[in-house]
């Protein structure tokens, strides 16, 4: 209602009504406003929430890495060569530790071989996670729980365990503290597939199926068993031997000594104790010879019939080359093996062509590592181009070093019909091995180089092989290497290599023990490979032939049949 | 009506809040209950990988070759020899039919009271 008056200014007032119901819209606003507030607040405070990361990670780590598993390794038969174990390790929360000294106290009661006051340092602080101790046992854990420390907690890991210590140390490695492979078949799982599948998550708490390697312990035993006394009783350096199935490249055996305890990676790493038959590269010697003649054979310009000067040494400028069991006749090919004669090997050499030659050692795959899942490797040193000396050299083993795995491989080539197969250490069937297979030698020079080997046995260098594994069909060819020593061939010191298959009549493994300065057993012994890597071979080959299903047959046909018509 | 419908509301209201207040406490005592196991299997599952451990190592020829080295004296254990391999086809085969001859001088022998077997071993005595 507004009252006008004349000539006065104009004044309105509200009614009471019209006061209230603003007053009421203003109250109605605040209202809203603070409601708005508060639900912001809320909404905020839920953002906010939402937005903070949980800090899982250990020392940098996430913790599922530091529970991760890794699948058990089984041998060929099912036994554990590795298995998961779970131990709680120790951790503290020094943010929420109260009182350090009495904490730093309790733990040392439990275990004492912990500094107090390296406890001290480790518990102040502010951080969220420090390891106190790791790996520890399941009656620690209870122990330390009736404390009763706030802030002290256990996490369950996994702890690798290699039941069988040193045994097969070379082929399984060692993995370490945070389970990652460092050596061995571990760090190459690592490589392919355990690393992918712990960053994947799939592999965490839960159990990995189980893989079959293709070793057999009880061949790695006696293997292992067989070289540590072979380290004794020659007096040795090193010793080292393996064994593959020829037909599926499966290595059933791998040992190098000296060795150590994966259980303690620590000594994995030390110099001494390398993977001597992948990671080690030699001078072979005379079972070079075996290469040599294979490649002739097949080469079609020598015959098993041929015969070759060996009266006289081969003269190369100022060097002479000649026999170390000298016959000085004119020697039959088999009798230049039998006799590990330099010269007729030499002769042998030539008469293939230097060039052919070191073309058959590309074929074998001298050249490169050998494709095995090992990382431990080396690369072979073998001269690009051979020069007369050098081929010559070569042809009865010295001026070119490939690793024992490299010899092996050819030697199962040799004795499986030429096939050469790439070896493996898991589980492979024939069919998936056959895809592998290169054939580097015809059939017949695989029949006349079974028959040469067993001669080699029976007559020849191999003879103290022989004696232990009689009728277990072996044959092999023995290499005695002088070894260098700044740069220079000694007398003193050999480096030994048999070279094996076996059973002859119808292969089946394929073996290679190297013994590195041996000394002589006794005064009516020789420092010569048969004594002591053919002996040891031997000795192999009898106790395991008949765990691989061989049984000994001394029918002198077996043996009559390896012979070739040709010299019927 | 409406105020029925609103007595009605605030009833449901109240037994809701009970429920969910009631679900939420048997909620956690479950999750408690969980944690209990789970820890229990971790403990199982731990001392489990320890047994496997242990009887893998027990297993190991590592292990078991010197306590056969052991008693290589008591048992006189030696290794396999190739010549104590056996086959099959060394063995005798087995007659086809009992030899009745040699069956009716036995019998013959019995009844007139001498028994070749016990003069055998009396001769060797």
């Not at chain 1, 890495?65 to 929360?93: H, M, Q, Y």
């Not at chain 1, 006349?448 to 044959?475: D, H, I, Q, V, W």
């Not at chain 2, 509301?9 to 209950?33: N, P």
């Not at chain 2, 028994?115 to 001769?123: A, L, V, Y």
Request: a neutral charge; aromatic letters at 6%; hydrophobic letters at 45%.
């Amino acid at each position: 209602m507004a009252a006008i008056t004349e000539g006065g200014a104009a004044i309105a007032l509200d009614g009471a009504q019209k006061t209230r119901r603003h007053l009421t819209k203003a109250r109605i606003r605040w209202v809203v406003v603070a409601l708005i507030l508060m639900f912001g607040a809320v909404a905020g405070r839920l953002i906010q929430l939402g937005l903070v990361v949980q800090d899982t990670t250990i020392e940098g780590q996430t913790r599922d890495l530091i529970t991760a598993t890794r699948p058990a390794l089984l041998d060929r038969n099912g036994l554990e060569l590795a298995v998961d174990i779970r131990v709680p390790s120790l951790f503290a929360e020094p943010r929420r530790i109260i009182d350090v000294n009495e904490a730093a106290s309790a733990i040392h009661s439990v275990l004492p071989d912990l500094n107090e006051d390296w406890l001290r340092g480790r518990l102040t602080g502010d951080k969220g996670f420090v390891w106190v101790k790791r790996e520890l046992t399941p009656e620690i854990e209870d122990k330390i729980m009736q404390l009763g420390i706030p802030g002290l907690d256990f996490v369950t890991e996994s702890k690798r365990f290699y039941p069988g210590g040193n045994e097969a140390s070379h082929i399984l490695g060692a993995v370490n503290i945070d389970n990652q492979g460092i050596a061995g078949i571990e760090k190459s799982m690592d490589n392919d597939s355990v690393a992918l599948l712990q960053s994947l998550g799939l592999a965490r708490g839960n159990e990995l199926a189980p893989v079959n390697l293709s070793v057999d312990l009880r061949v790695q035993h006696v293997m292992h068993d067989v070289l540590t006394d072979a380290l004794t009783r020659y007096q040795a350096v090193a010793a080292a031997g393996v064994m593959m199935d020829i037909h599926t490249g499966e290595i059933v055996g791998l040992v190098s000594l000296p060795d150590f305890d994966p259980n303690n990676p620590v000594t994995a790493l030390q110099k001494d104790s390398f993977n001597r038959i992948t990671a080690g590269i030699y001078e072979l010697g005379s079972s070079m010879k075996s290469v040599t003649i294979a490649g002739a054979l097949d080469s079609g310009k020598v015959r098993i019939t041929d015969s070759f000067d060996a009266r006289f040494g081969v003269r190369f400028g100022r060097f002479t080359i000649d026999d170390f069991h000298g016959k000085h006749r004119i020697l039959t090919l088999p009798e230049v093996y039998k006799y590990s004669s330099n010269v007729g090997a030499i002769h042998i050499m030539q008469a293939m062509g230097k060039d052919t030659f070191r073309a058959f050692l590309t074929r074998l795959g001298f050249d490169k590592t050998v494709p095995l899942e090992l990382p431990e490797k080396r690369n072979p040193v073998v001269p690009a181009k051979f020069s007369e000396i050098v081929a010559a050299t070569a042809a009865f083993g010295h001026g070119l070093s490939v690793s024992p795995m490299h010899m092996l491989r050819a030697m199962a080539a040799f004795a499986n019909d030429g096939y050469m197969v790439t070896p493996t250490l898991y589980r492979r069937s024939l069919e998936d091995a056959r895809k592998t297979y290169e054939q580097v030698v015809s059939e017949k020079t695989s029949q006349e180089m079974r028959y040469l080997m067993r001669l080699n046995a029976l007559e020849g260098s191999g003879s103290r092989m022989n004696k232990f594994a009689l009728g277990y069909r072996t044959g092999g060819k023995t290499g005695t290497a002088e070894k260098v020593v700044n740069g220079r061939y000694t007398t003193g010191a050999n480096f030994n290599v048999f070279a094996s298959a076996f059973p002859l009549d119808n292969p089946r493994y394929a073996m290679v023990v190297i013994v590195d300065s041996p000394r002589a057993e006794n005064a009516q012994s020789g420092t010569t490979a048969g004594w002591n890597a053919g002996e040891a071979t031997g000795r192999i080959i009898q106790r395991v032939a008949p765990m691989l299903g061989i049984s000994p047959d001394f029918n002198p046909m077996l043996d009559d049949e390896l012979v070739p018509v040709e010299l019927r | 009506m409406i105020r029925t419908l609103n007595i009605v509301f605030v009833c449901t209201s109240i037994f809701a809040l009970i429920g969910v207040y009631a679900l939420k406490y048997s909620v956690s005592e479950t999750a408690a209950e969980k944690a209990a196991i789970q820890r229990q299997i971790e403990r199982q599952q731990a001392d489990l990988s320890l047994l496997k451990a242990d009887w893998a190592f027990l297993n190991q020829p590592a292990n078991v070759a010197p306590i056969v080295a052991r008693h290589v004296a008591e048992l006189n254990l030696q290794n396999l020899a190739q010549d104590q391999f056996g086959r099959f086809e060394v063995l005798p085969l087995r007659l086809t039919a009992p030899d009745a001859l040699a069956l009716d001088s036995l019998f013959e022998s019995l009844n007139s009271g001498v028994d070749p077997i016990q003069q055998i071993i009396s001769e060797s005595n």
